[in-house]
């Protein structure tokens, strides 16, 4: 349990780009043994071509400039390979050095030729958020992708490409990155409803009896998970914001449209982000209500049992004195009607908690 | 009570449409199995006539191009209906797709020949508030309405078109327009005036002896009420701010002067809502302290009654040792002088505790 | 007491405007009986005549177009007087609305040839806020008023009118709207005032030995004045703001000047309701450490007691067991050693909660 | 103490000017008593005269026209002589009311022939924080500058037009206002620098054994004593902002870099101020630990206390009992083998409480 | 221990610098005696020399203006040194006075020929977060540093600079100040992933049996802490982004898309700050819940002690007494009656408590 709480800060360690070379490209991210896997599509309205490697030479042979070109990359730690690319497609250094900067946050440059766009996917990963980077470079008749890992994220978009479902073929890379970005925003629903669901139970087990003892750490993990989330979510709002209002050729009016119903999706994810967080905040003031009120019954019990026993057991004591002269001690019914006084103390005290309401 | 705190989170589910292709139209609602129906009002300055109807079909044939037609349709999950309505006014895929999509947050979008409004009507059922999804498309003789199921907000509208009441049936699809989100808003009166009557219950039932059991669970509900409420009206604030600025020829000049007075009403519901939400906020601080105040009466009590006996026991106790030799025993009215000492003992404590104002 | 709370949520129910045909007028406020009281003043820099009547048909034959006419209407449930004054004065329809309608909020709007302007007066009645909605009507040389009762904060402008004192007589219309603001404004001066010696009172309550019992809830009520000052007060200096930055051939030149420092005195009570807002809001913490530190003097009581006596209580037990064979009990001075004994212990016990503070 | 809390909101009572002609002189300070007293300075880069006077008709004679004159009064109390200064300068009487009116807070205004400029110094007098409003008049070659008492936060800029020391003789009247400014604001650093100390010196007795009993009212203290000094530093940051960025030939531009250096000073100072209101706020939390911290020191006291002698008193109770036949009362070693098992007990006990680590 | 909270607060006294003439130099850091070192490094493509001295005069002889020179100044109380500095690359006396104010917040400052950048170097001493005042003045070909100690921050730059490594050497004076700039933030991130770990293990120890006494301390610690960071950030960051908007010839085209890459780190390290202080803010919430579960636990154990023994207690005080008749004493089992009694009273209590759940 006590590894937990470091899920908020788990973040790839700074420490290894410090003191380098701008442009230096490093990889920083927590998937340095995965393979770095390269797979070329082209298409267009009427063909659909796919080809996987593990070689960027290989690939280069594959990519036809008729047609529009989607390169993806899983695998960010073999620097050599996206180094290739970089050269083959013009890339500036410092992009090359985002790319594989998994700590980058999401951004929007816009360069000669291309767009360059920083992006988050998060997914469920053992009942816990991850959060992979992912890079795009737009160009006039290609699209370049950079993953940390193969996920499965892009499988429906890759489908609509080889079933010429929808209108996926017939438009140009503009759509591709849409239909990309939105198969990542559409992702981060499934995220936030769960998140939802959470925090639902969490609230629900602070109004039963017993709350499990590890609220505290719940509540501290979902804040810091919102925190994470939002950290992803809202500069991409930011990005997606700009990529509606850029004027550049490079995006074409029929695909404005859709960056628009993108931008409406992703500023409903962020609104839920800020409920979910004003609910989790609050969560912690309805446990220290829920630990006070329990406080309160103990108290009560205490304070019960302790006033009425304890001027009973004072009673009991005096006539357990040893004083010789004691009158009351040589009364025939003395004992009997000490206990019908202690029964009537009793029933007072009773009656008293009883009008406090504390019974 | 354990199912009241869903309601804040209650929305519909986002999986739904997760990884479809965009411009698919899903209705994400829950009220799936309503029937949809289409009611077709034409009117002008000197007619009126309204048809109602399960077929677009039948619908259209109805439709009478000189006049200002209103097509209403209630129930969303007959999704062929609706696209057929969509292919005759050449509606947007993505527009249609936000129609039936009831998870869509309050926008308004400018299109060559019409405006597209989408709206949360808000109204009490059960005594819980429902949040109801409605779209708009404004043309320049003709207003189609979306609503999830056949609510009554809008009756009063109709009425007025049918008795000529008012200026409404002299005036443009704006008009009409205006009428409607006049309806829907004017109904968030009622909803917040509801707010404010349960707030100030709760508060003053915090002020009298014995709150509720469930105090933190319906602080908890009203918090998320409001967050709901919050969620629908601050959207449609600034949908109807630009509705306000808006240069558009479908918004007659007359009729931005009734937009600028909607515009009032909703930036006066927004006030109400952050006044309420910050007292709903200090509510919890309230409790906090009401409890606070009770454990420490009842500190009070077990101090008193503990500090009183607690020495008399002891007292009590040294009179009933069995020493061989213990002077006190003996003197013919020891139990007496006892008992006096302990009854001074039990005033001093009592007048130690008035004057540290605890009794 | 329970019904002081109400105070933050007194407002006029907005209940009775919903539904109705927009520019309906409507009075929504609580004064329905007070009779509508109409009165004309004529001035100019040499002359003043006051006319006072219950008729609008009255009043208009009393109005002199070349000189300045201040038309004040005390009392808005007379609806019919109203509308034939606005008639008169060919006031929008949507205008007649907000001069009723008391729940309308501080708001400044430019008409072809007047301004609107909405406000509110706060002053004390039985010790507490009142709120009173303001309309005024600016023109080229009349100015209308608009209040819900007859109140005595335009008296001092009534003064200086009559005996010519200051520059009011030989100024404008826009002048005259300006000495009025500036009455309502001061008066605000008055409110905070008293507010801040409330929280001054309070505040010192909270130090003396035994707070009140109400605390909490005059607290509760502070929060809540304060927040209805704020509505009251906020709208208002952004109306003012608006005024200064006018162009707008109603207000003079010479008038500007004076509008700033108007625009100065309505920010300045803006800043100090933050600063008195920030203040009750920390009251409530500061009770609460107040109670946390009764509670713990309570608690230091009872364990003081306790800790002492129940050890001692023990041992006066052990002596009271009827073993057959305690040599203690023969021993000639057991009785007095084992006073000495006990003597001994409570003096210990003392030093122990001297040396940790708890004396 | 109790009178303390009023340091906040000491401030002067606005009950004095409401319902005044706009543009009267009101003095609402606190020192009515003191005399006003006039101070002529006149200097240029070869000469340095001054002049003191009580009278504003000998220190006009003073004047010399071709030098700067730095003319400063002390006062407000002395309405007249003001008002002949307003008169020979030829001030707007909106600017004489508010140079005597101490409430008004910190701004800048440009007039025609003159920059007017309200400021607050603040100072440190017998430990409490005041506040004294200043006010300045620039035009081209005069400066007026109105204090309420006579300050000694000028003496060092007198000092070096006296000796001629910097560049101040060589320059025009705005470095004259610099300078003045700058001491000023120089002075904000000592009163925050004190402020740090307090907090500090607070902090630190927070983490001793016993704290003060009055932290809670100096923690109030500081709070008003920091929104205090914001609401004099903050609006004279928006005045330094706007004299910056003002194009007027007042300011000449080699005044320009030293009113930017003036800039980063005040921003520097507002900057501290908000770490500090944190600081502060977070005090209230960390006593509140402190308390809560104490009270289970103190309960764990009772607790063991309690736990390990009531069962042990129960013992001795059992058998102090009067049962006629109980055996272990007639064993020889009975007793001795008691005390063998109450020790045990009392041993377990502690044993039981070091395992839970509450001793 | 009590040393510790004045980390915070520890900044430059400004006393020493009140009430001085604008421009006067004054050192108020904490590094008196630290010795003024000069180094001048002359390099281009080709050539690289490096010449280190204590005096400026020897150090301008080494000045080449055909090469890009960099001065670095370690130590800034000689101020003699500096202003000889100053007078050589022709300074502004303002600038002067900032490059030893060591209390001057991160700012930038286009002048004519060089521009101004004051920043802020952090990094790790003894355990605690040290501050040190750094100035860099770029020109057309030189750029001038300021230190207050000889730090390792831009070794590696030198490094590079000394073997050519990657494009520094190519480049102009404003890469260079790219390159330090970027040294500096880079810095930043170890700083801030040590903050990071501090409060993961400040976060865990709460969540164990037993925190440490001086959490609170520690908390309290970490904000001052993460207040001093955010101190010199937030103003960098601002100057970042001035830096990458300007439109100075002083900085290449070339070198902006790095700038803009600074930028983006920066922008980084805010977010973390700010998440961050979120987490920390929590950390005191969860320390009271902490407290007050543990208060529930030592009140749990007494109410359950006491709940069980003094109802027992009482019943053998009963049988203590010394009543003449009491008929029970005398009953052959009476004793051992009892004895079963107070048993099934014992596991009643206990099962009572099971069934509530404190057990």
């Known amino acids: 349990m006590a590894l937990k709480p470091k899920s908020l800060l788990r973040r790839p360690k700074n420490t290894k780009t410090v003191n380098q070379i701008p442009g230096t490209m490093t990889y920083v991210g927590r998937k340095e043994t995965a393979r ?40 960010l730690s073999n620097i050599e390979e996206i180094q290739k690319l970089g050269e083959y497609y013009e890339l500036h250094h410092l992009i090359m050095e985002d790319i594989v900067n998994t700590g980058q946050r999401p951004k929007i440059e816009e360069h000669q030729d291309y767009l360059f766009i920083v992006a988050k996917m998060l997914y469920y990963r053992n009942g816990n958020i991850e959060n992979e980077h992912i890079s795009m470079i737009v160009g006039k008749n290609y699209l370049l992708t950079f993953q940390e890992s193969d996920g499965d994220v892009f499988d429906p978009v890759r489908e609509r490409l080889e079933t010429a479902k929808g209108r996926i073929r017939g438009r140009s890379a503009d759509y591709l990155m849409f239909a990309l970005l939105d198969a990542i925003i559409d992702n981060y629903f499934l995220v936030i409803d769960d998140m939802s669901d959470r925090i639902e139970t969490l609230e629900a087990s602070l109004f039963i009896d017993k709350p499990k003892d590890n609220v505290t750490q719940e509540i501290q993990e979902l804040k810091s998970t919102i925190l994470r989330i939002r950290r992803s979510v809202f500069p991409l709002r930011e990005v997606v914001g700009r990529l509606e209002k850029m004027e550049n050729e490079l995006i074409k009016s029929s695909t404005v449209s859709y960056i628009r119903d993108l931008h409406d999706h992703i500023v409903q994810i962020s609104e839920n982000i800020e409920i ?50 004691m009158p009351e001690l040589e009364w025939k019914y003395g004992y009997f009607v000490l206990w019908g006084i202690m029964i009537i103390i009793f029933f007072l005290m009773l009656y008293y908690f009883k009008r406090k309401k504390w019974l």
Do not use: C, H
């Open 276 to 325: 979910y967080r004003e609910m989790i905040w609050g969560l912690m003031d309805l446990y220290m209500t829920t630990i006070s009120n329990k406080m309160n019954e103990v108290m009560k019990v205490l304070t019960i049992m302790a006033s009425i026993f304890i001027p009973l057991t004072f009673i009991a004591g005096i006539y357990g004195m040893n004083f010789e002269y």
């Open 36 to 75: 770095t896997r390269l797979e070329v599509i082209d298409y267009n309205q009427d063909s659909y071509e796919r080809f996987s490697s593990t070689s960027t030479e290989d690939a280069f042979k594959f990519v036809d400039e008729d047609k529009i070109t989607w390169f993806n990359i899983d695998g």
